[in-house]
């Protein structure tokens, strides 16, 4: 659970902080960066998934031959 407090600025403006289940202390503005990262990363996640369930069919579309160095595979190639 997440309790709000305020802070004062010395410029004399006033912040919310919210404090999380842990004791870390985050701004509002921390907060809305953090939820659009997950957001961004739930969205990521879900296209990886809505392709893997919908879209490939076989191992073979994964698998590319390379016409520049055949044999090779990724961080290693073939002599």
Known sequence: MQSATVECLPSGQSSAV???ENGTQHSQDEMKNLEQLLEVGTTILSQALDLL???LTSDEQ???????????TIGMTKN
């Open 18 to 20: 919210l404090s999380t």
């Open 53 to 55: 369930n919908n879209s």
């Open 62 to 72: 994964l698998t590319v031959h390379s016409q520049y160095m055949p044999g090779s």
